[in-house]
């Protein structure tokens, strides 16, 4: 593998950026901060000078971005399973959180096909053990930010951006399950939590990509994959359309909602996190814009094992978001897949990943 280029130029600011005021010294419960998506907002929150206790399973890949990048230096690691009530009551009670971010959940696809009831355990039963135990605290958290996914809305593969008022529904254990944990939300915040001044809310991210996702059935690491073990890349389906998003972007947007949630007195209790619907991208054109921003031979061959249905085209409108947040990505389209090659370029040759992390925040925040 060929290393990357020089790093693209920056593109024009955008968007609301966390203050730092809000979060110094706030205790933080974030759970999956094992995962992509975890480590990175872990390491986020550090930054921001947060108190940070994590609850999730130990990683599954090697290598992972929790332990390249040395994630348990940053918070109160705690490794558990949501399906387990006494341990969530346990851990949470310790921590005593001000501020609940509940990104674990079991997240992909296929496996939810393989693996449904412990899909639905862990997205669904899990998320009702993290409330019930939020439920028991003395003192209720401020603000309690459940992260759902793009797929909770009933698609009919029209290709259509949806609204939060879109109904929501999901053929797929996974989708399914997300639009369960939709519903567990809003009856723990209607039933017990609003009444005690928490704001609860759900946040439904897009496609995140960004350095660091070594998980099974995803299109960056497998592209990462492939070309450190010289294999070639196999794409299930080239023709998909789904709403890329960088990972700084998503958790961007993820931070500023909590800071809207617990500051304004009539937010909206659920938004997309995700990005511009105006410029589709196929699963194809990902791959052969990374491959080329990391030097690599573009080219993937059609996997052709028989894989469960999944849907052709997914958008997300944020336009409720952009206005309630006044929040927006700041690497658009492109830009985000450069910076998403840059960082397995650089890890490739050897960069530390909590040095490429810390770059990449510091560059982020400066735009």
Known sequence: ?????????????????????????????????????GAWLAAWLARLGAVVTGLALAPETRPNLFDAAAIAELCRSHLADL?????????????????????AAQPLVRRSYREPVET????????????????????????????????????DDSGRAFVETDR??????????KAAAEIVVASYRDAFLAARGARVATARGGNVIGGGDFSEDRIVPDIYR????????LLRSPDAVRPWQHVLDCLCGYLVYVETLASVAAPPLA????????????VAE??????????????????VAETPREMLLLSLD????HAALGWADRLPGRAALAWTADWYARFTRGEPARALIDAELARYTAL
Do not use: C
Not at 168 to 177: E, F, K, N, R, T
């Open 1 to 37: 593998m060929t290393t990357a280029g020089p790093a693209p130029a920056a593109p024009l600011p955008a968007g609301r950026l966390p203050d730092p005021a809000f979060w110094h010294g706030r205790r933080v419960l974030l759970t999956g901060h094992t995962g992509f998506k």
């Open 83 to 103: 399906r387990d009530r006494q341990a969530v009551a346990t851990i949470v009670a310790e921590a005593a959180p001000e501020i609940v971010l509940h990104l």
């Open 120 to 155: 639905f355990a862990t997205n669904v039963i899990g998320t009702v053990h993290l409330l019930d135990a939020l439920r028991g605290l003395a003192v209720a958290p401020r603000v309690v930010l459940a992260v759902t996914t793009d797929k909770v809305y009933l698609n």
């Open 168 to 177: 929501l529904g999901g053929h797929d254990p996974y989708a399914a399950s």
């Open 226 to 233: 492939a070309a450190v073990n010289g294999e070639a890349l």
């Open 271 to 282: 938004l997309n996190i995700g990005p511009d619907p105006s410029t589709p991208i196929t």
């Open 286 to 303: 990902v791959a052969a814009t990374i491959q080329a921003a990391m030097g690599l031979d573009a080219g993937w061959r059609r996997d």
């Open 318 to 321: 944020p336009s409720l978001a």
